[in-house]
């Protein structure tokens, strides 16, 4: 029984177990997985969280911790620059411990512990799926290359009744010109005549004048 027994000693005395420890936290840090027993695998799990929660804070002093409890300067250097990048937005829960059954020989249960963020086969985010509408989608398809050909019917229709109405109005100008030339030459011809017109009362008036002293005269005598 536990009878309130906080640290599994695993059969070993505290030193063995420290460096038990440390080596496998070692391991665990440079390959992301190992295989160990499942009394192992919760004891290391117990000890490697904690000290990847102080590299998320890249301080000397965490360091100097951290160095302490695994004993190796490598790990120390992988879990401050690789793993602590990668797990920063991960609020705890950084192991996963699946059992793999028995071993041989002692048939002891067996167990794989991993770091959570490292591991491809359990991918949470899943891909988002395009959405086919089956309803209206081809119906407007098929409407649009119709208006544009009607819209290109249109045009050309437009374009050849510019092309045929372009001679005409081209000879009804040239027709237009002789007549205008014409109507000048009219007018230019009835100027003189309307002259003439002009000048004659004055000279009507003038001789209407002398004939009346010319009358006077003959009445005064």
């Known amino acids: 029984m536990r009878h309130g027994k906080k640290i599994a000693h695993l059969g070993r005395t505290a030193s063995h177990r420290k460096a038990m420890m440390a080596n496998m936290a070692s391991s665990l840090i440079e390959h992301k997985r190992i295989n160990t ?20 804070s890249d301080t000397t002093h965490n360091r100097r911790v951290v160095f302490s409890a695994l004993r190796n300067k490598y790990a120390v250097s992988e879990l401050f620059r690789g793993i602590a990048e990668k797990v920063a937005d991960r609020p705890g829960g950084y ?15 067996m167990a794989l512990i991993e ?26 398809v098929e409407t649009a290359p119709a208006a544009s050909e009607a819209d290109i019917a ?11 109405a372009a001679p005409e109005t081209e000879e009804v100008a040239v027709e237009e010109t002789p007549a205008q030339e014409e109507s000048e030459e009219e007018t230019k011809a009835a100027e003189p005549a309307t002259e ?26």
């Open 37 to 56: 027993t499942v009394a192992k695998a919760k004891a290391l799990k117990k000890f490697v969280e904690p000290l990847i929660t102080k590299a998320k």
């Open 95 to 109: 192991t996963r411990i699946i059992k793999v059954g028995s071993r041989l020989g002692d048939n002891a249960s």
């Open 115 to 140: 770091l959570v963020d490292f591991n491809d086969t359990y991918v949470t985010e899943k891909p988002t799926k395009k959405r086919s509408r089956r309803r209206g989608g081809k119906k407007k």
């Open 154 to 164: 249109e045009d050309v229709v437009e374009e050849v009744t510019e092309e045929v």
């Open 196 to 221: 003439e017109v002009t000048e004659d009362p004055s000279e009507t008036v003038s001789e209407a004048d002398e004939n009346q002293e010319d009358s006077k005269e003959e009445k005064s005598e």
